[in-house]
């Protein structure tokens, strides 16, 4: 006959968090500005009767980054359903049909990935492993 | 109601996180630095985790990573063969420290006027970061890579460790005082100042001496073959992890195992308790960071107690 248990056995229950670590933002190197009371960056003093050069220099640097952005998304847009080769470390060179990028552009998806060992019908490269990419549109 | 040890883990690089260090207690509170081989060292708030940045500019692995101690600036050890000093406040490089070989080990003095430095050449060095152009001093004598270099006894000395050996050398004289001699690799060592006790690790000893004279004061052996281990800032418990990806936390006075933490998916490089002893981070080769509760089920940092 059994003896039956004497009582429920406690699970211990998990510490619960507020929230996970924030990780990187995937878009720059981090260290904002205004943490561990950074100073504010100075005003650049505008003389009377000088152009106010300064700032369309900042513009039009800003409208330079904009247009090769603009380029680079549409290249990748481009490159929607085309083989396209990628080198990787290591010597190492797969060719893919590109099927998409992520926001950060920090993976691409692919199909039929050929690699030294084999095709893989779906993939995700990692763009940190990609030394370089190529295709004919 | 019985709690269980939840680890949060941070995410972000993408290699094998080999090194890490946290800094003093500042007013901003503390903050740990990561060394990763995939070069790209971050910095984190200390009591949550959180990416404060990253630093970038190193062309190979970086193997060691240190802050000072208000975390006003960071060091690392690469193996492009340069040690690098950063603005931990911008991000920015400051200084780049060429060496003949790749570097391992760094430290700050407790002023953060001078690096040590040390590495694959053999050598210890000691640049003055208020002379960045002038020549470091170098220490020779292990016949071995460097794999840490510890600035000791309020920077009058310096403890270094090389394949089998820890070398303990005076600063002013820059000779070798005493060395104490193993038959296992070396794997980790933590100085801590309250007390002058060196941690060592070796094979599956976990070894406490005193930093003045070297001599044992007690040792404990784990399960398997420990990477690092740290002791708690109170001295009652120690931490270790190692080869079979479980973290260890031990009785400092008694030795009894107390805990131990699966999650980590690959070997624990690196373990060091928070300067408040709150928590302990842990490095792994998988990649991430963990930090794990002290005591378990205490409101602290992102955990939140919750009473029934």
């Known amino acids: 006959m059994q003896t039956p248990p004497t009582g429920p056995v406690p699970v211990p229950v998990p510490v619960p968090v507020l929230r996970l670590p924030r990780g990187p933002d995937g878009l720059s190197r981090g260290f904002a500005p205004d943490a561990r009371g950074a100073l504010p960056k100075p005003q650049v003093p505008q003389s009377p009767g000088s152009p106010v050069a300064p700032e369309s220099l900042e513009s039009r640097e800003q409208q330079a980054r904009a247009t090769l952005r603009e380029r680079y998304l549409r290249s990748l847009l481009a490159m929607v359903g085309h083989q396209v080769s990628f080198t990787l470390h290591e010597g190492v060179h797969v060719t893919a049909r590109f099927g998409a990028t992520d926001l950060d552009v920090a993976n691409f998806y692919v199909l039929q990935l050929q690699t030294p060992i084999g095709v893989q019908a779906e993939a995700l490269l990692r763009c940190s492993d990609i030394i370089a990419y190529t295709f004919k549109p | ?308």
């Not at chain 2, 207690?25 to 990561?34: A, D, K, Q, R, V």
């Not at chain 2, 040690?83 to 780049?96: I, N, P, Q, R, Y």
């Not at chain 2, 700050?108 to 000691?126: C, E, P, V």
């Not at chain 2, 302990?280 to 009473?307: F, H, I, M, N, P």
């Open chain 2, 1 to 308: 109601m019985a709690m269980r040890q939840t680890p949060l883990t941070c995410s972000g690089h993408t290699r094998p996180v080999v090194d890490l260090a946290f800094s003093g207690i500042t007013p901003y509170g503390y903050f740990l630095i990561s060394a990763c081989k995939d070069g790209k060292p971050m910095l984190r708030q200390g009591d949550t985790g959180d990416w404060i940045g990253t630093f970038l500019g190193h062309k190979g692995a970086v193997w060691g990573a240190t802050l000072n101690k208000d975390a006003t600036k960071a060091a690392t050890a690469a193996a492009d063969f340069t040690a690098k000093v950063w603005d931990a406040v911008s991000g920015d490089e400051l200084m780049t420290l060429a060496h003949k070989h790749i570097v391992k080990t760094v430290d700050f003095t407790q002023d953060s006027n001078y690096l040590l430095t040390g590495g694959q050449d053999k050598l210890l060095r000691i640049y003055d970061l208020n002379k960045p152009e002038a020549e470091p001093k170098e220490i020779s004598g292990h016949t071995s890579g460097i794999k840490k270099a510890l600035w000791c006894s309020e920077d009058k000395q310096i403890l270094s460790a090389d394949d089998k050996t820890v070398r303990l050398w005076d600063h002013a004289t820059m000779t070798e005082v005493k060395s104490l001699n193993f038959n296992m690799s070396v794997s980790s060592m933590e100085y801590i100042p309250e007390g002058e006790i060196l941690v060592i690790t070796y094979g599956r000893s976990i070894a406490f001496h005193s930093a003045v004279s070297l001599d044992p004061i007690k040792s404990f052996e784990a399960p398997a073959t420990i990477n690092s281990a740290s002791l708690h800032p109170e001295k009652e418990f120690l931490v270790a992890g190692g080869e079979d990806f479980k973290l260890y936390k031990y009785d400092y006075n008694s030795g009894e195992e107390l805990e131990s933490y699966k999650g980590h998916f690959g070997p624990i490089h690196c373990v060091r308790f928070s300067p408040d002893g709150e928590l302990y981070a842990s490095g792994s080769e998988d990649g991430t960071l963990r930090l794990w509760q002290t005591v378990v089920g205490k409101t602290y940092g992102l955990w939140k107690c919750v009473l029934p």
